[in-house]
């Protein structure tokens, strides 16, 4: 909210916390995890984007491409955006 603020954005930021996806990873379950991520996916549909925060979620990225229309990105990814820029 603050670097929006900044950037005298409108942008607004929504968070959800999928129940039992930590729990089925840590468990072993990734298939579960995945699965469990992807169900709660279309809460976000109508955003601009959906960004799987945790590094943990970015496993289930192709899962929620599956069901969302808008671009889904990953912390991973997004750091690794932000390396190659700085050292380009």
């Known amino acids: 909210r603050a670097i929006a603020g900044q950037a005298k954005s409108d942008a607004t930021l929504d968070s959800f916390c999928v129940p039992g996806a930590m729990k089925a990873l840590q468990g072993g379950d990734g298939a ?15 955003c601009d984007a959906v960004l799987l925060a945790h590094f943990s979620t970015s496993r289930a ?19 690794v955006e932000k390396l190659k820029g700085l050292i380009t």
């Open 32 to 46: 579960k995890h995945d699965q469990l991520v992807a169900i709660a996916a279309p809460r976000f549909a109508e």
């Open 61 to 79: 990225a192709a899962a929620v491409k599956a069901v969302v229309r808008c671009p889904v990105l990953t912390a991973p990814g997004a750091a």
